[in-house]
């Protein structure tokens, strides 16, 4: 959830090329049903990460994305009535009806959990590898107050976590530690008065008045180009240029070279810019 | 060892569990002789109508219909949107029966069982949502039942001496089919598939035929006798009346009654009516209607067109 300074392609971008980039792999997640071009498009954010040096962080995602993706994937296969592919029979389920378990359903719940994974991993990445402050700024001069709340807000997270951090080890120091709920009542406290302080600090230094601030013009980077141009290029071929995929009532593919050459035109895509290591500081 | 033979006498019971409760791996076994009957207007207009259908293991209502018509389905594939570009809404709506019977359960939940006639009809439902019975699927339920299950089949006479009697247990005969004889509702347990032949004014002890002196929303059939089994008034899919019979008139109707099995209605405004009726008994008539009045010796479709 914090964000880490890197010296890459990514966190040279400035963040609104970033956050392009990020929305327009997600856009292309949603967009397209092919699963190939999912499963693509979810290892193309793993490598980015690493491109990124944050890979840890985009891989320590899919441990709170699969489990979700596995939920998925069983409650599509037991609710879902539409397929013909019959590949298991559970039974009369009460209320729920004939419980039949349907290739179509199983492709589909899948399917589904791929988007997830990569919505979720792209989710660690932006976190990861975007300036918050800097995405805070930018949006100064849209609403200066809520971009003082969330900056305010955001700030707290890492301070909460290292809060739960110290509260947690002098725990473990007793005899009997307590449980994890001691600790988030804790931290939640704490987080409470901080507020309150923060609060009361903005009120006494005259926030509360402040004004909208003037543009400060910013020549665009070489890294804010690629970005912006690749998220151009990921949102135009995923919008223009599906690779037709349906599930229902049977599973119908559309032409399996459109789908490699789409997934491998968005990996492309998507990964150019990080060639780009000039400019970067060290 | 003992503790490893318990392991697996305990995982082959629930295998066999799972076997008998109907699981399994794979599509499973597909039932034989059944048809599929796709119309609109209860039955007025056929769009699909096939002896062998395309059926793929144990294979649930819709997902026959699905392998053999362009389908589009709603909450979650459990409701009927739309069966060849026909959609309802507006006050009509895809309803199916099987062997001639209103399921009480999803057509995703209804499993097919051998000799099932299928019937998907696009409808108005202005003036009932619920038809329990219809007789177009003749000569189902009588011979395989309905929901996988054989009931017997009791023929009930108002005058057991009547030819319209020994003709109605004549016609089942031709088809090798037993059927008990018996007078009007003298079996207390009824759990057989009772057809009840006679005038409609010697039926009054019996509650499901008080039914048809009811709005199409009571009985599930467009017509209603009045002026105490005297007069029949057709009625059209609003439920409005189009035409009132008087003497002569026959009625062949479905119906149910809080949940017991269905009871097939041979009667008329009198003895003449009967007997008209009886002789529109067979499959040839009754095939793709609701139900069938007799008038003037010509059989006619109920709902009844608007004229």
């Known amino acids: 959830m914090t964000y880490l300074r890197r010296s890459t392609p990514l966190h040279a971008a400035r963040s609104s090329a970033a956050i392009a980039w990020c929305a327009a792999l997600v856009l292309a997640a949603f967009t397209t049903s092919n699963p190939l071009v999912v499963g693509t498009l979810a290892v193309v954010v793993v490598i980015a990460g690493a491109a990124a040096r944050v890979g840890r962080r985009v891989a320590r995602s899919l441990l709170l994305s699969l489990p979700m993706a596995v939920a998925i994937v069983v409650i599509n296969a037991l609710v879902a009535r539409e397929g013909l592919t019959v590949v298991a029979r559970l039974g009369n389920g009460g209320p729920f009806g004939q419980l039949d378990i349907t290739a179509e359903a199983l492709a589909f719940g899948a399917e589904f959990a791929l988007v997830l994974i990569v919505v979720m991993e792209v989710a660690a990445l932006a976190s990861a590898a975007i300036d918050p402050d800097e995405v805070l700024r930018s949006m100064r001069r849209v609403s200066f107050r809520s971009a003082l709340t969330a900056t305010v807000a955001t700030r707290m997270v890492p301070l909460l976590a290292l809060d739960s951090r110290r509260i947690g080890e002098a725990q473990r120091c007793r005899p009997k530690p307590g449980g994890r709920l001691a600790i988030v009542r804790a931290v939640t ?5 901080r507020s309150l302080d923060v609060a009361a600090t903005l009120e006494v230094r005259g926030y509360g008045s402040a004004r909208r601030p003037r543009r400060v013009p910013r020549p665009f980077s070489r890294h804010d180009i690629a970005f912006a141009c690749s998220a151009a290029v990921i949102a135009a071929l995923s919008l223009g240029w599906p690779a037709p995929f349906s599930y229902y009532p049977t599973i119908v593919a559309g032409s399996a070279a459109h789908a490699i050459v789409l997934s491998g035109a968005l990996a492309l895509a998507a990964l150019l810019p990080f060639a780009q290591r000039r400019g970067i500081e060290r | 060892m003992g503790r490893t033979r318990t392991i697996r006498a305990s995982v082959a019971a629930f295998v066999a569990a799972l076997a008998l409760a109907g699981c399994g791996l794979g599509a499973g076994t597909a039932p034989e002789h059944v048809a599929l009957l796709v119309t609109r207007g209860f039955g007025a207009g056929t769009l699909i109508a096939t002896e062998a259908p395309k059926i793929d293991g144990a294979d649930t209502v819709i997902r026959m219909l699905e392998r053999n018509a362009k389908v589009t389905t709603a909450f979650g594939g459990g409701f009927v949107q739309s069966v060849s570009k026909i959609s309802g809404g507006g006050g009509s709506a895809w309803f199916y029966y099987v062997n001639g ?15 099932d006639r299928v019937w998907w009809d696009f409808h108005n439902w202005s003036a009932t949502d619920s038809i329990p019975a219809v007789v177009g699927s003749f000569p189902e339920p009588f011979v395989d039942g309905y929901g996988g299950k054989h009931l017997p089949l009791r023929i009930e006479c108002t005058q ?11 016609v089942f005969s031709a088809m090798k089919m037993i059927a008990s004889l018996g007078c009007l509702l003298c079996s207390p347990e009824n759990q057989s598939l009772r057809v009840v032949v006679g005038p409609f004014d010697t039926l009054s002890s019996d509650p499901a035929a008080e039914q048809l002196t009811g709005p199409p929303a009571r009985s599930g059939v467009y017509a209603r006798f009045t002026d105490s089994g005297r007069r029949l008034e057709l ?9 009132t019979a008087g003497a002569g008139a026959g009625l062949i109707a479905a119906t149910r009654f809080r949940g017991q099995p269905p009871v097939w209605y041979i009667t008329g405004t009198n003895a003449a009516g009967v007997a008209a009726a009886v002789q ?6 009754l095939d793709d209607h609701f139900a069938i009045a007799v008038v003037a010796d010509a059989a006619i479709p109920l709902p009844d067109a608007e004229r």
């Not at chain 2, 399921?103 to 209804?110: P, V």
């Not at chain 2, 009625?235 to 035409?243: K, P």
């Not at chain 2, 529109?280 to 008539?285: D, G, P, S, V």
Request: net charge neutral.
């Open chain 1, 189 to 193: 406290t704490n987080a409470l008065d």
């Open chain 2, 101 to 115: 019977v209103q399921a009480g359960k999803g057509a995703a939940s209804t499993r097919l069982h051998n000799g």
């Open chain 2, 160 to 170: 057991p001496s009547a030819k319209t009697c020994s003709a109605v247990e004549g």
């Open chain 2, 235 to 243: 009625l059209d899919q609003g439920g409005h009346v189009v035409a």
């Open chain 2, 280 to 285: 529109a008994f067979n499959a040839q008539t």
